[in-house]
C-alpha cells in the first residue's frame, strides 16, 4: 500500500533548532493516524517571533498581544489531493516562557502547542464547556501516546543502571540485573534483584524499582520511563511477571530502555508494547 502524504511547508523565522521539524513531523504523523486521517495532507507551519504574533493575532483576531499558537483551517475543496489543512503559527518564545512556569522541557510544550493548533484545524474547539472536555482529552491522550520520550536522559539513566547493577545480590544466579524509574520531577530511583535461598522469595530489579518508587509515595502518572539492564547478551529480557506488574504500576505508553550485558544494544519500546492485552483490574469485573 502506498504511503500518504503527510508533508509539513516549515518556515521556521526565528531560526530555532533545525531538529525540531522532525518532532513536529511525528506529531502531524501521529495525529493523523490516531484521529484516522487517511488521506494525503499537507500543513504550513511556521514559526515566529512574539512580535510578529502580536500583529498576527491583532489583525485576525483583533487581540492586541502575542499568543502561543494561532490556527488558520482552510477551507479545502475536497476532490484536491493531497488535502490542504491551512496553517499553524507557534511562537517558540512564549513555548519557552509556558515551559517554564508549568515545569516541563520546552519540547514538550512545542507538542502541547502543535497538537491544540492541529485539533482546532480538524474542527475541535473549547468554547462550550462540553466541546473543551473532549479537546482536552483527547490532546492528553495524544500527547501521552507520542512515541517520543522528552524527559529521559539516556547517558544519565545509563549511569545510574551501572550504579543499580552494581548494587544486584544474585548468590544463587549470578546473573546481575539494574532497573530505574525515571519520576516525573527527574528523580531516578533504584531497582536490583534480590535473591533468596527460598528461589521463588526472589524479586526482580524492576519491581523492586517500582515499589520503592511507590513507596516513596510516587503514583503511576508520576512515572516517566522504566530501564534496565542485565548480564544477558540478549536484550528485551523482562520477566512476564514484571510485565504484568509494569503493566498495572506504569502508564501504558510510559517508555522503556532495555540494555543487553555491558550496554551494547538497546531495546526502546513501551510497557504496553512489552505486554498486549494486559490482564487489568477491569477485567475483575464479573
Ligand atoms: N531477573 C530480573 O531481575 N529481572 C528480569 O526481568 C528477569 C530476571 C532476575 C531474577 C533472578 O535474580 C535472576 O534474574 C535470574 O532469573
Redesign the pocket.
Known amino acids: 500500500m502506498k504511503k500518504p502524504i503527510h508533508q509539513i511547508d516549515y518556515l521556521d523565522k526565528t531560526k530555532h533548532d533545525k531538529k525540531l521539524l522532525d518532532l513536529f513531523q511525528l506529531i502531524f504523523d501521529h495525529v493523523l493516524d490516531k484521529l484516522d486521517k487517511r488521506e494525503d495532507y499537507v500543513l504550513s507551519l511556521t514559526l515566529v517571533n512574539s512580535e510578529e504574533q502580536r500583529e498576527l493575532n491583532d489583525k485576525y483576531r483583533q487581540i492586541n498581544r502575542p499568543t502561543d499558537v494561532l490556527t488558520f483551517p482552510y477551507e479545502q475543496d475536497y476532490d484536491e489531493s493531497p488535502i490542504d489543512l491551512g496553517s499553524i503559527i507557534i511562537c517558540p518564545e512564549i513555548a519557552k516562557k509556558q515551559a517554564k512556569e508549568f515545569n516541563h522541557p520546552f519540547e514538550r510544550e512545542l507538542a502541547f502547542l502543535f497538537i491544540h493548533g492541529l485539533l482546532h484545524i480538524f474542527g475541535y474547539d473549547h468554547i462550550k464547556e462540553k466541546d473543551a472536555e473532549v479537546m482536552y482529552d483527547l490532546q492528553n491522550t495524544l500527547l501521552n501516546t507520542l512515541p517520543y520520550d522528552f524527559y529521559t536522559d539516556l547517558t544519565k539513566m545509563k549511569k545510574m543502571l551501572k550504579e543499580a547493577q552494581s548494587m544486584?545480590?544474585?548468590p544463587?544466579?549470578k546473573?546481575?540485573?539494574g532497573?530505574v524509574v525515571l519520576t516525573k520531577d527527574l528523580k531516578y530511583h533504584l531497582g536490583?534483584?534480590?535473591?533468596n535461598a527460598s528461589y521463588p522469595a526472589?524479586?526482580?530489579?524492576?519491581?523492586?524499582a517500582l515499589f520503592s518508587t511507590y513507596a516513596q509515595g510516587y503514583k503511576k502518572d508520576d512515572i516517566i520511563s522504566l530501564g534496565?539492564i542485565?548480564d544477558s547478551k540478549n536484550v528485551g529480557?523482562?520477566?512476564g511477571?514484571?510485565r504484568q506488574v509494569m503493566s498495572e504500576l506504569m502508564p501504558s505508553h510510559a517508555p522503556v530502555y532495555i540494555f543487553s550485558s555491558g550496554f551494547k544494544d538497546m531495546l526502546k519500546t513501551t510497557v504496553c508494547e512489552l505486554l498486549p492485552f494486559a490482564f487489568t483490574s477491569e477485567d475483575l469485573t464479573k
Open positions: 544486584s545480590i544474585a544463587y544466579s546473573f546481575r540485573v532497573a536490583f534483584n534480590i535473591e526472589t524479586v526482580c530489579a524492576e519491581r523492586v534496565c542485565t529480557t523482562c520477566c511477571v514484571c
